[in-house]
């Protein structure tokens, strides 16, 4: 299966009018974004359409257009709020289980049970209410949850290993389970006489044939055991309905011991975390299922983190749509699959433009990480381009003095952009519009590269270049404010002004004297910035206080 896209045309929770393109993404889309972005209630959305789909009863609140190849066939539908209306391949069709994926398998990390309580819960009810009264039904909506760890490890053990090499290495290197011992199974043999025959009573049977409350099997007697089932997703389905059904157990405790007699529970929560999406993807899952995982990673040591994108690359024909915060899983991933959710001015969720994502990306070149450009693309705050980190350093902390004795600047707060100069300003400038209030200003020092990549910017070449006499404080181009640092009344210093001039001339000149060490030494520039920039939260404030005067001019410039 592979989602093409997904368009709710009117509103679910924070998705309105939404749009989601799913083409070009190889079957794996990573959703990040904020809390409160929507990366979940795409998921939910997800789940509310394909529930309606196999259940009319279920018909999601929302009207929507949704595209996918399903069997080599491109499938779209259409629900208008009350009728479906569906075409495959460019021909009328109905909804039937002929052009719906095999199974929605979703796996929810979070404490929150909404999606279980809504959607899947119901299903499971009717599943394990028919498997009760002797039917043995299949379950479109399936739930995996923390409580299928030992289940899933038992089943994986059950493959030949020699063949399934890839789950072996899983087993042996990443959970590090060198062997199965022994698997302890507690019986409920009570509820056994409530459910009528069916498949899962009869393996029930077949292992606990004289009905003791505990048996124990060793691995190869297990598999003897179980051997007629034919398949170990036959053995999985079967077991879970006897170990999971909560008031309906018919197995209520698995203990398994691995390498000389360790408690499988001994297991971490992110081990657990690891086999409960190797199961979704190898035994619950298959080529015409839809995967929904929500951070499937959570609780995952980082060290282990790139061990997802391993694991789905290798399932590559299953379509996963997945959210997360980790900057470790998703920088693991190639750019194609991400998708960056940030919010409008109404706190609907938008998908960022892969522009903006590319000027951020290249102007940060390529250091920051997807989350970093996430917060910054969401943000609502003003944006400070700056020539350098040390920019950055400065102005943050004189802002955080300066906040201290004048409330003037207490409402400033600023997003710091590494700009590159005149280029970086002017790719801002043709790619990028600031949100509704949000002010983006370029600050320069008035030294020769600022004024040269001011004139680049405002296209002006000699004899019309802009400099100290001409210029003014701040100017427009396009949506950008062009500031160049003022300089502050008492500078005596020449034509040259940076931001570290906002420093007492006492304290300059210290640092300059401290890299000085003999006639042979070399003293420049950038070596002062470096250790200035270094120092700077150690200033005491007094040093902070001519910086007013850069945050005056910003004061300025929005309420222009």
Same mark, same amino acid.
């Given at each position: 299966m592979r989602l093409n896209f997904f368009h709710i045309k009117d509103k679910f929770k924070n998705l309105n009018n939404f749009k989601l393109d799913f083409s070009g993404k190889k079957g794996i889309t990573l959703l990040i974004g904020n809390n409160g972005s929507g990366k979940s209630n795409i998921l939910e959305a997800l789940t509310s359409v394909f529930a309606g789909l196999y259940d009319p009863r279920y018909n999601p609140s929302f009207s929507y257009d949704l595209e996918y190849i399903l069997a080599d066939k491109k499938i779209l539908i259409n629900f208008d709020g009350r009728v479906y209306n569906v075409k495959v391949d460019e021909s009328d069709d109905v909804v039937s289980k002929q052009i719906l994926p095999s199974q929605v398998v979703c796996s929810y990390s979070g404490e929150e049970s909404r999606l279980w309580d809504n959607y899947y819960e119901p299903f499971y009810k009717e599943y394990i209410d028919s498997l009760i009264r002797g039917a043995f039904p299949t379950s479109e909506m399936v739930y995996i949850n923390k409580y299928y760890w030992n289940v899933a490890l038992l089943t994986f053990h059950l493959y030949n290993l020699d063949d399934f090499t890839e789950l072996r290495d899983f087993c042996l290197n990443v959970l590090g389970i060198k062997s199965i011992d022994a698997i302890e199974l507690h019986f409920d043999n009570n509820t056994l006489l409530r459910w009528r025959d069916n498949p899962v009573t009869e393996l029930v049977k077949q292992l606990n044939p004289n009905r003791e409350q505990i048996v124990r099997f060793t691995l190869e007697e297990l598999k003897s055991k179980v051997e007629y089932l034919g398949s170990e997703r036959t053995f999985f389905r079967y077991i879970a309905a006897a170990f999971l059904p909560k008031g309906n157990k018919l197995i209520n405790k698995i203990n398994i011991e691995i390498n000389n007699g360790l408690p499988a529970t001994s297991l971490s929560e992110g081990e657990k975390k690891l086999i409960l999406i190797q199961a979704v993807l190898e035994i619950v899952s298959d080529e015409n299922s839809? $995967? !929904? %995982?929500? +951070?499937?990673? *959570?609780?995952?040591?980082?060290?282990? &983190? @790139?061990?997802?994108?391993?694991? /789905?690359?290798?399932?590559?024909?299953?379509?996963?749509?997945?959210?997360?915060?980790?900057?470790?899983?998703?920088?693991?991933?190639?750019?194609?699959?991400?998708?960056?959710?940030?919010?409008?001015?109404?706190?609907?969720?938008?998908?960022?433009?892969?522009?903006?994502?590319?000027?951020?990306?290249?102007?940060?070149?390529?250091?920051?990480?997807?989350?970093?450009?996430?917060?910054?693309?969401?943000?609502?705050?003003? $944006? !400070? %381009?700056? +020539?350098?980190? *040390?920019?950055?350093?400065?102005?943050? &902390? @004189?802002?955080?003095?300066?906040? /201290?004795?004048?409330?003037?600047?207490?409402?400033?707060?600023?997003?710091?952009?590494?700009?590159?100069?005149?280029?970086g300003v002017k790719l801002m400038t043709k790619k990028f519009t600031p949100k509704p209030g949000q002010h983006i200003i370029a600050l320069f020092d008035r030294d020769q590269s600022g004024w040269s990549a001011v004139n680049k910017i405002f296209e002006r070449e000699k004899p019309n270049v802009y400099n100290t006499n001409n210029f003014g404080g701040y100017r427009q181009k396009g949506s950008i404010w062009v500031a160049m640092y003022p300089v502050r009344p008492t500078y005596r210093g020449g034509d040259n002004f940076n931001i570290e001039d906002y420093l007492s001339k006492k304290l300059l000149n210290k640092y300059i004297l401290r890299a000085f060490k003999g006639l042979d030494t070399v003293v420049t520039k950038d070596n002062i910035k470096k250790s200035l920039e270094a120092d700077c939260s150690t200033f005491p404030n007094d040093e902070f206080k001519d910086f007013k005067h850069v945050f005056n001019m910003i004061l300025k410039i929005k309420e222009s």
């Open positions: 839809l $995967i !929904l %995982l929500d +951070e499937p990673d *959570s609780h995952v040591h980082i060290s282990r &983190k @790139a061990s997802f994108q391993k694991l /789905l690359a290798s399932y590559e024909n299953r379509e996963n749509v997945i959210t997360t915060h980790s900057p470790t899983l998703t920088h693991s991933f190639d750019k194609d699959h991400i998708v960056m959710l940030t919010k409008d001015s109404d706190n609907n969720a938008v998908v960022e433009s892969k522009e903006k994502q590319e000027v951020i990306h290249s102007l940060t070149d390529g250091i920051w990480s997807y989350q970093e450009q996430n917060i910054f693309l969401n943000s609502r705050n003003d $944006i !400070l %381009l700056i +020539e350098g980190k *040390s920019d950055e350093t400065f102005l943050k &902390k @004189a802002l955080e003095v300066l906040k /201290l004795s004048d409330s003037r600047f207490s409402d400033l707060e600023f997003e710091y952009l590494p700009c590159g100069g005149a280029e």
